[in-house]
C-alpha cells in the first residue's frame, strides 16, 4: 500500500499593529482639561469682584461687621456676626443698637395677619434692661383666653413671629407673665401667681418650637399682680401681659432709656437723660431681695 504523506498547515504570524499618538500641545486638543483650570479662575475671580462691589455699596454697619468676623471669626467680638455665625440675618443688627433691632422687629410684626387690630396692644420701649416687647391684655383676653394659660390663635401667631426674629440674635431672652389684681376664682389652690408663670412658661414652650433656642432663655418669670403698669388701676386689663426682654450682650452699656408708652411701628423719644417709668419702678420693687440687703425700691421708701 502507498504510504500517506503528512500534510503541515502552516499558521500565518500575528500582525502586530502598532498606534502611535501625536501631543497636541498643553490642552491635547478639544480633549483636554485645561480649559476647565482657566475656566474656573475666571469664575474665581468673577464672584471676588462681586463680593468687593457689594462690600462698596454696603453700609458702614455691615462693613464693620464683615471686618470684625474676618479679624476673629471665632468670636467673640463687638459685632453679632463674630459671635453667631450661621444665625441668618444676625449680622445685620450690632449687638447695642436696639434701635435698629426694634424697627426690624415692628417690620416684622406686620407680616402677622390682622396685626393692624392688635398693634395698639404691643408696645416696644427701650429700657434698662434691654429691649422690652410687651404684649397688653383687653378685657375680652386678645392674646391669651380669660383666666388660661393656653394662648389664643392671635397670641400664638404674634409670639411665633417673634421667635423667628429673635432666633437670629444672640442676646439672651427673659419672659415674664404679669395679671392684674383680680383675686382667681376657685378654692385658692391655682392664684394668680400660678396663672402668670404658666402663662410665661406657655410663651416659652411656642417661641422654642418657632425658632428660639433654648439657649436663649435666660430667665422665666411669674410676677402675678406686683409689678402693674398701672398701679392706680389694679383691675386695668392691660396689667394683664406677657414681656418678652431682649438682653444687652455682656460689655455693653445700656443707652438711655426711653419713655413708656411707644406703640408698635412708632419711634419712641429718648429724651434729655436716663429715665426710669413707673412700670420700672414697680419691676425694681418685686424684685427678690438680697440677704440683708433691700433693693433700690424699698430703700427709697
Same mark, same amino acid.
Given at each position: 500500500?502507498?504510504?500517506?504523506?503528512?500534510?503541515?498547515?502552516?499558521?500565518?504570524?500575528?500582525?502586530?499593529?502598532?498606534?502611535?499618538?501625536?501631543?497636541?500641545?498643553?490642552?491635547?486638543?478639544?480633549?483636554?482639561?485645561?480649559?476647565?483650570?482657566?475656566?474656573?479662575?475666571?469664575?474665581?475671580?468673577?464672584?471676588?469682584?462681586?463680593?468687593?462691589?457689594?462690600?462698596?455699596?454696603?453700609?458702614?454697619?455691615?462693613?464693620?461687621?464683615?471686618?470684625?468676623?474676618?479679624?476673629?471669626?471665632?468670636?467673640?467680638?463687638?459685632?453679632?456676626?463674630?459671635?453667631?455665625?450661621?444665625?441668618?440675618?444676625?449680622?445685620?443688627?450690632?449687638?447695642?443698637?436696639?434701635?435698629?433691632?426694634?424697627?426690624?422687629?415692628?417690620?416684622?410684626?406686620?407680616?402677622?395677619?390682622?396685626?393692624?387690630?392688635?398693634?395698639?396692644?404691643?408696645?416696644?420701649?427701650?429700657?434698662?434692661?434691654?429691649?422690652?416687647?410687651?404684649?397688653?391684655?383687653?378685657?375680652?383676653?386678645?392674646?391669651?383666653?380669660?383666666?388660661?394659660?393656653?394662648?389664643?390663635?392671635?397670641?400664638?401667631?404674634?409670639?411665633?413671629?417673634?421667635?423667628?426674629?429673635?432666633?437670629?440674635?444672640?442676646?439672651?431672652?427673659?419672659?415674664?407673665?404679669?395679671?392684674?389684681?383680680?383675686?382667681?376664682?376657685?378654692?385658692?389652690?391655682?392664684?394668680?401667681?400660678?396663672?402668670?408663670?404658666?402663662?410665661?412658661?406657655?410663651?416659652?414652650?411656642?417661641?422654642?418650637?418657632?425658632?428660639?433656642?433654648?439657649?436663649?432663655?435666660?430667665?422665666?418669670?411669674?410676677?402675678?399682680?406686683?409689678?402693674?403698669?398701672?398701679?392706680?388701676?389694679?383691675?386695668?386689663?392691660?396689667?394683664?401681659?406677657?414681656?418678652?426682654?431682649?438682653?444687652?450682650? %455682656?460689655? +455693653?452699656?445700656?443707652?438711655?432709656?426711653?419713655? =413708656?408708652? /411707644? &406703640?408698635?411701628? @412708632?419711634? $419712641?423719644?429718648?429724651?434729655?437723660? %436716663?429715665? +426710669?417709668?413707673?412700670?420700672?419702678?414697680?419691676? =425694681?420693687? /418685686? &424684685?427678690?431681695? @438680697?440677704? $440683708?440687703?433691700?433693693?433700690?425700691?424699698?430703700?427709697?421708701?
Amino acid at each position: 500500500m502507498p504510504e500517506e504523506s503528512e500534510i503541515t498547515v502552516v499558521q500565518p504570524a500575528p500582525k502586530i499593529v502598532v498606534v502611535r499618538r501625536r501631543g497636541g500641545g498643553h490642552g491635547g486638543g478639544h480633549h483636554g482639561g485645561a480649559w476647565k483650570v482657566a475656566y474656573a479662575d475666571f469664575v474665581t475671580a468673577m464672584m471676588a469682584l462681586f463680593i468687593v462691589l457689594w462690600l462698596m455699596s454696603a453700609d458702614k454697619e455691615v462693613q464693620e461687621a464683615v471686618s470684625a468676623y474676618f479679624n476673629n471669626p471665632s468670636g467673640p467680638g463687638k459685632m453679632t456676626g463674630t459671635a453667631a455665625a450661621g444665625l441668618g440675618n444676625a449680622l445685620e443688627i450690632p449687638k447695642d443698637d436696639m434701635k435698629s433691632l426694634r424697627d426690624k422687629i415692628q417690620q416684622a410684626l406686620l407680616q402677622v395677619p390682622n396685626f393692624r387690630n392688635l398693634k395698639d396692644h404691643v408696645e416696644i420701649t427701650i429700657t434698662s434692661d434691654g429691649l422690652r416687647i410687651e404684649l397688653l391684655e383687653t378685657e375680652a383676653g386678645i392674646f391669651f383666653e380669660s383666666g388660661k394659660p393656653k394662648p389664643t390663635e392671635s397670641g400664638s401667631e404674634l409670639l411665633r413671629r417673634l421667635a423667628e426674629e429673635l432666633g437670629k440674635l444672640p442676646n439672651g431672652i427673659l419672659i415674664e407673665g404679669h395679671t392684674d389684681a383680680k383675686p382667681f376664682g376657685g378654692d385658692g389652690s391655682y392664684s394668680n401667681w400660678e396663672l402668670s408663670t404658666d402663662r410665661a412658661n406657655s410663651a416659652r414652650k411656642l417661641m422654642e418650637s418657632s425658632g428660639l433656642r433654648t439657649s436663649q432663655i435666660q430667665q422665666v418669670r411669674g410676677y402675678a399682680d406686683r409689678a402693674m403698669r398701672h398701679p392706680d388701676d389694679p383691675t386695668a386689663a392691660s396689667n394683664r401681659r406677657i414681656s418678652v426682654i431682649v438682653q444687652y450682650m %455682656p460689655g +455693653t452699656d445700656p443707652p438711655k432709656t426711653e419713655p =413708656e408708652g /411707644a &406703640k408698635a411701628g @412708632e419711634h $419712641g423719644n429718648t429724651g434729655e437723660g %436716663p429715665k +426710669t417709668s413707673e412700670h420700672e419702678k414697680s419691676l =425694681e420693687a /418685686a &424684685k427678690p431681695v @438680697e440677704q $440683708g440687703k433691700p433693693n433700690a425700691a424699698a430703700a427709697a421708701k
